[in-house]
Structures are given as structure tokens and as C-alpha cells.
């Protein structure tokens, strides 16, 4: 069974910078995207950032790019999401995923595996 915990969260001014990992097991990866997404307040959870473990290929929200970058460790079986320029509309719940198959990469939907979540929040 695939279990997947992310850590990392924390409170942040703006401007500022957190790592979040997520570390993932009980599966064979390879064939897998590894996504993050958030969730607000009143709002639905949305994409952020996904990386495909075979070949690295990364996707990202419009509002993230040039901020965040999502990476793996292989070795680790880990995914991280380094954030900089942290902004208060980053201010949610950050949670890590998995699926295989990288069709529809942005429908939270699409991914089975959750990890339990990690507040980011971000102050002005």
C-alpha cells in the first residue's frame, strides 16, 4: 500500500522560504507522477506542482512558476517543493500525491495517494 507523508510546513513571513518533503513507500515509483497541491480556507484544492519520478519532467500552476520548484530524490524515495518569494495568498494546506499516468495531471481527482497535509502559512 502506498503511504506518503509530507512535512515542512510552517509560518513564514512574505517573502520568505520553506522546504516541503514528502516522503513516499510501499510502492515501485517509476512509473508514477508525484504531485503537490493546496488547499485554502473556503476553497478547493488546487494544483501546484507535479514531477514525473522517471524522467523528472515537471508541471506547474501559473501563479507558482519562477517561485517554487518541485524535485525528487530517487535514493530517498522522497519529492520535495522548495518555495521562495513566499507571498499570504500561498497561506493553505499543502498535501503531497501520487498516481500513475501523468493524463489530466492538474484533477486532484486523478490521484488515489495523499499524504495527511502540512500547513503552510504565510504573513504580511
Same mark, same amino acid.
Given at each position: ?28 515509483f517509476?512509473?508514477?507522477i ?9 476553497? +478547493?484544492?488546487?494544483? $501546484?506542482?507535479?514531477? #514525473?519520478?522517471?524522467? &523528472?519532467?515537471?508541471y *506547474?500552476?501559473? !501563479? ?17 517543493l ?6 499570504? +495568498?500561498?497561506t493553505? $494546506?499543502?498535501?503531497? #500525491?501520487?498516481?500513475? &499516468?501523468?493524463?489530466? *495531471?492538474?484533477? !486532484? ?16
Amino acid at each position: 500500500q502506498v503511504q506518503l507523508v509530507d512535512s515542512g510546513g510552517g509560518l513564514v513571513q512574505a517573502g520568505g522560504s520553506l522546504r516541503l518533503s514528502c516522503a513516499a513507500s510501499g510502492g515501485t515509483f517509476n512509473s508514477y507522477i508525484m504531485g503537490w497541491f493546496r488547499q485554502a480556507p473556503g476553497k +478547493e484544492r488546487e494544483f $501546484v506542482a507535479t514531477i #514525473a519520478w522517471s524522467d &523528472g519532467t515537471t508541471y *506547474y500552476e501559473d !501563479s507558482v512558476k519562477g517561485r517554487f520548484t518541485i524535485s525528487r530524490d530517487n535514493a530517498k524515495n522522497a519529492v520535495y517543493l522548495q518555495m521562495n518569494s513566499l507571498k499570504p +495568498e500561498d497561506t493553505a $494546506v499543502y498535501y503531497c #500525491a501520487a498516481r500513475v &499516468g501523468v493524463y489530466d *495531471y492538474r484533477s !486532484s481527482l486523478r490521484y488515489p495517494y495523499w499524504g495527511q497535509g502540512t500547513q503552510v502559512t504565510v504573513s504580511s
